[in-house]
């Protein structure tokens, strides 16, 4: 599990008290509208909505909200208009960063990310800057109780699925993106529970930072992660759990 991962699931409790706000229905509203918008508002065909969909599932979105957003996505009822934005940078150590997001203001956005990166001893960069260190996949989490490793790979495998890596709590199936539906619905029809389904870009090598750095870059992330307009945060870092939670402890 990347750097960025572990971390994500260390400020699990974070999360549940900012859907509580709304916020995280929020962001998941945008990621809807604007899949609807790309690949219409049919997730069986709409692999991104589907992907969108499960998460909010998960964040136990009111049904009333998600019918919306896609019909915002797909133009059937009026609202803000939100376009795709993806950000490359830099943070401390020389870590890799990805920010992907939506917003209806480009120059409002880029503004406040530039200061968000300066303020945590990072840096945006150029397009393709840090990319080239990324690979964009799909990640099925798998419910791993009373269930073979062996026995879920051959049947993901078949459907598409490149490789399967065992969890804390879970199993991690790997696919191409575009292999993600396809391959939960065969996971799901032979009675494994799906956690969750997402599109990712995932680091090909990795730095390994801790102390100072370690501090700066989780102060980094979550500051970028916070932000209305940013819905997903990727980055190349690793360090230990310990390392982590001592961290998450003092913030």
Sequence with gaps: M??????HNIQGKKSVADAKKGKIFTKIAREVIVAAKEGGGDPDV??????ALDKASAASMPKANIEKAIKRGTGEIEGAAYDDVL???YG???TAIMVEGSTDNLNRTVAELKKIFSKHSGSMGEQGCVSWNFTRRGELEVASEGKDLDELFMVAADAGAEDILKEDDHFLVI???DKLHAVAMVVKDNDYYIKGSTLVYSPKS???IKGRDAEKMLKLYDALDDHD???NVYSNFE???EEMERIASSM
């Design 239 to 241: 360090m230990s759990q």
């Design 87 to 89: 950000y490359e940078g």
């Design 206 to 208: 990795t730095v390994k």
């Design 229 to 231: 307009d940013i819905q």
């Design 175 to 177: 696919t191409p993106p």
């Design 92 to 94: 401390p150590a020389g």
């Design 2 to 7: 990347s750097g960025h991962s572990k971390w």
């Design 46 to 51: 709409n692999f991104r909505l589907r992907a």
